[in-house]
């Protein structure tokens, strides 16, 4: 399978613990997206990189929100101090460098904060 | 007002019917126009893809975009059950992507 890889595809912790995912985009993919889905809505958009480089973030994505991507490859997004509002669907998603080529997602990550 | 207006549903069709999704929106900037389609706890899938106003058909999809009145729409022909998921039109100006909320759709044997 040659798509966008999520692990882990379901995360469930306690208020308050950190939690890390992981994204592995498609291989010759430059740029890696992270979007936040809730139920009935749409992708909220998070955080995107080209290459290595971060180059814009949300103002969704608070200060106990962190991402990654040191070698321009896969990708980390991590959660400190998790709410019960940070409970949904992180996905990941990527695409070729050309400006407006379209996105391809991964499964996700469901996170359930108790 | 919402930038990207898509009616949630749900929408319940019989097997074979022609299904029309709709959505509006405000930016008129947005140039790119995408349709995913999302099955229940999986990550969106790429539908369709379009730049320019007109149609674009691939199998018993047909995209159609409308930039004067900023309303694009999906057309699935010959429905099976098999379509059932919420499909979510997207659209883009660089790296701006905007997504509506998804319209659930069931179609029924």
């Known amino acids: 399978d040659t798509g966008v890889s999520q692990d882990p595809r379901h995360k469930i912790t306690k208020r308050g613990q950190n939690v890390t995912f992981r994204c592995d985009p498609i291989s010759e993919h430059n740029r890696l997206y992270w979007y936040r889905q809730t139920l009935g809505q749409g992708p909220e958009f998070l955080t995107y990189?080209?290459?290595?480089?971060?180059?814009?973030k949300s103002r969704l994505l608070s200060d106990r929100f962190s991402a990654e991507r040191p070698k321009g490859s896969f990708s980390t997004l991590e959660i400190q101090r998790t709410e019960q509002g940070d409970s949904a669907m992180y996905l990941c998603?990527?695409?070729?460098?050309?400006?407006?080529?379209?996105?391809?997602f991964g499964n996700g990550t469901r996170l359930t904060v108790t | 007002q919402k930038e990207v207006e898509q009616d949630p549903g749900p929408l319940s069709v019989p097997e074979g019917a022609i299904v029309s999704l709709n959505c509006t929106y405000s930016?008129?900037?947005?140039?790119?126009f995408m349709w995913y389609r999302q099955y229940s706890r999986k990550g969106p899938e790429l539908l369709m893809y379009t730049y320019s106003s007109g149609n674009k058909e691939d199998g018993r999809f047909t995209a159609q975009v409308d930039k004067s009145s900023k309303y694009i729409s999906l057309f699935i022909r010959d429905s099976q059950p098999s379509d059932s998921a919420t499909y979510l039109c997207a659209m883009r100006l660089n790296n701006d992507m905007r997504f509506g909320a998804g319209t659930r759709l069931t179609v029924k044997p």
């Open positions: 930016n008129s900037a947005f140039q790119y």
């Open positions: 998603a990527s695409s070729l460098l050309q400006g407006n080529s379209p996105l391809h």
């Open positions: 990189f080209q290459n290595e480089a971060q180059l814009e």
